[in-house]
């Protein structure tokens, strides 16, 4: 058994481990109907043993399995459609607990496809009890019935279990303690006491996440060696002035919130988040400006080349008329010096670059982010701007130090976040949004075409519409080449097809990450001047390619793809304050897939787009691997446990006022610890 425990996924193995695998719901045997009593159309629970089991394939060549079960008061008969495996489950003797309608074909009382749970042998004297019933994998052969006595086992192997928070808190928020809690949610006696131990386990998931950060967060506030710059002086107020446009409510906000931070002589960590086009990058060029002013130098971190290179074009554009004091020429004044660093650059000209950074003379380097791995040789870097790099840890801190006095550091992401999934995502840094647009930025026409060639005539027509009007154009593909296991759209197969059909005559481009490097900066220089009319690519455009000329995108399989990045595509075109349409072609064939373009057509607000993402994936899927701890909730669920978020945030704080290193409550640094790892452990020294 033990082995078959080892070989789920996740793997149960050890006792911490069957007891953090939580039962999925409960099946109460002290409510239930019986099968005589049930009515035609009728759904109920029913607890009942398997009699006999066959098979056969139908006419249209499916597998059908056939079941009669009985419980006392009568037979009722099973039909599942496409589930051959469960053959091999409902052997005769076992006891299930099944959900479904009650239905009659030809004569004979049924249910087709019920929600089934494996129960065990008969004869188990499990009667009148509130019965959990665990994940199961079918994979590993281990069933719900198996799991259920090792973790009593378990639950008598490991007695009493420490306590992480004080009575008062306990009290406070109305929390059982967790040795009954770990108890109640594997063997309750009512379906109340299983209630209440979730929603203690539900809490200490969240609290163990806030605990890190707050910890985390305090740290780094606690840091001496911080740079108080010099914020005051003429180069912000000149860039500013010389804008040709007035910033909006929350880029001044944003702007006087990083100029408070810089100033002070600790480390500035602070997120800044915003919606498409809503102005972030000129912050973050202001922010560099400040560092400048006081003689430091700025780093500009992308995840991609394509938007280093868009982030290096917009702030030479920018900074072009602006100038520094020197004391190298004649005039003791020299322009703001912009260089770019990435792999496209040769060595002769990184030569160039380190020795104009150990000179002094370049002022903000952009680049991706392997220039915090030396490749950039920085004297006094006094601001790094982080661009949509989602999680920044300690590892990166830790470079940050190395390639200056512990610089500031200003994250920035185009994904709007739900208020609670930030709290948990960037719960150690200050946030400020940008939800307000610039003027003349009007709303996308978005609109969901099935499959039917006839209804993609449409955007086609539109398409040609724009790009006779003098207007450019994106297609977006999920994939760069086909996949015969997966039926999407593939970027190289795309451009071919179009080049020759919908789009004949009309100067196409492609572009995805698999090309070489001097290929997508062509394919996209080709694209910002207007060589290419309508551009053919993955998602590698999803992020900060800023061509105002677009007003048409085009998104194949678009139920492929969540709710941020579809908003990030559209946000695309409409740049240039005209008129712009997104065509999302896509044939759902799941509830959520119809969900996301529901919600695509009837808002164009990242904000609350972002937390339909969340309703309908879930912050696992959401917020992927690459957020420690999010991926471990097990009970938690964003955002319906908003409250659960709030009440931990809060607990975290008190607990640390009182006992900052933990020193007091070892248990709980260490469940910190185990979650969060190396970005932690160093916070809760013994």
Known sequence: MLDKLAAMNPPLESVLDLLGHYPRRYHDRTRQS???????????????????????????????????????SGLLNLVFFNQPWREKQLTAGTELALYGKLDVYRGKRQMTNPVVDVLGRVGDTKTGVVMPIYPQSGKADVSSWE?????????????????????????????????????????????????????????????RMQVGLVARKRAIEAEESGIAHAVDGALVDRFLAALPFALTGDQVEAIAAIRSDMARPVPMHRLLQGEVGSGKTLVAITALLMAVEGGYQGALMAPTEVLAEQLYAVATQTLSTLVVPSETTLLAERPVTVALLTNRVGAADRRKIAAGLAAGEIDIVVGTHALLYGDAPFTKLGLAVIDEQHRFGVEQRSLLRGLGDSPDVLVMTATPIPRTAAMLVYGDLDRTELREMPPGRTPVVTEVIGPSPLDRRVAYDRLRAEIAAGHQAFVVCPLVEGSPKIEAKAATEEFEELAGGELYGLRLGLLHGQMKSADKEAAMTAFRTGETQVLVATTVVEVGVDVPNATVMIVEDADRFGLSQLHQLRGRVGRGGTEAWCYLFADPSTPDGEARMTAMEESTDGFLLAERDLEIRGSGQVFGERQAGLGDLKLGKLPRDEKYVMFARTAAEQILDLDPGLAKNRALAEEVEDLLGDDVEFLFKS
């Open 34 to 72: 019986e099968i005589a009593e049930l009515e035609v159309g009728e759904e109920a629970t029913i607890v009942a043993e398997v009699q006999r089991v066959s098979s056969r394939v139908t006419r249209n060549r499916k597998k059908m399995v056939e079941a009669v079960v009985e419980d006392g």
């Open 147 to 207: 799991i259920q006595p090792v973790v009593t086992l378990a639950l008598e192997w490991a007695g009493a279990l420490a306590e992480t928070l004080l009575q008062g808190v306990l009290d406070e928020l109305k929390l059982i303690d967790r040795t009954t809690a770990y108890h109640d949610v594997h063997a309750p006696e009512s379906t109340r006491d299983a209630e209440r131990a979730r929603r203690r386990l539900r809490f200490d998931e969240f609290l």
